[in-house]
């Protein structure tokens, strides 16, 4: 199983990124993807979620509203738009796979399979 994300860089505040999550290897119909961040000296947090068979999504409040997370089946893709960017937004982005089970969607245990990440840089 390969997870490779794209997309990060460098963008004021108050732009807008859209952060890409090839996956292969696998047919992740009966799993969910979610995105995770971490900022400089920050511990790994949620950030979104979606069981890819049917669209459901979660979201951590810091980023309801602003970001939105989907899906291409036929790209295998997932997506995390941002929209409304802050400097406090500021982190290597990771894409993640994980089984079903979506009771925990927000936990990094609830992930099986990490991408390498992308930085995402909000200047101010």
């Known amino acids: 199983v390969q997870l490779q994300a794209s997309g990060g860089g460098l963008v004021q505040a108050g732009g807008a990124l859209r952060l890409s999550c090839v996956v292969s290897?696998?047919?992740?119909?009966?799993?969910?993807m979610g995105w995770f961040r971490q900022a400089p000296g920050k511990e790994r947090e949620f950030v979104a979620a979606?069981?890819?068979?049917?669209?459901?999504?979660n979201y951590a409040d810091s980023v309801k509203g602003r970001f939105a997370i989907s899906r291409d089946n036929a790209k295998n893709t997932l997506y995390l738009q941002m929209n409304s960017l802050a400097p406090e937004d500021t982190a290597v982005y990771y894409c993640?796979?994980?089984?079903?089970?979506?009771?925990?969607?927000?936990?990094?245990?609830?992930?099986?399979?990490w991408g390498q990440g992308t930085l995402v840089t909000v200047s101010s």
């Open positions: 993640a796979a994980g089984s079903a089970v979506w009771f925990d969607s927000n936990r990094e245990t609830a992930f099986s399979d």
């Open positions: 290897g696998r047919t992740f119909s009966g799993y969910k």
């Open positions: 979606i069981r890819w068979s049917t669209g459901t999504t």
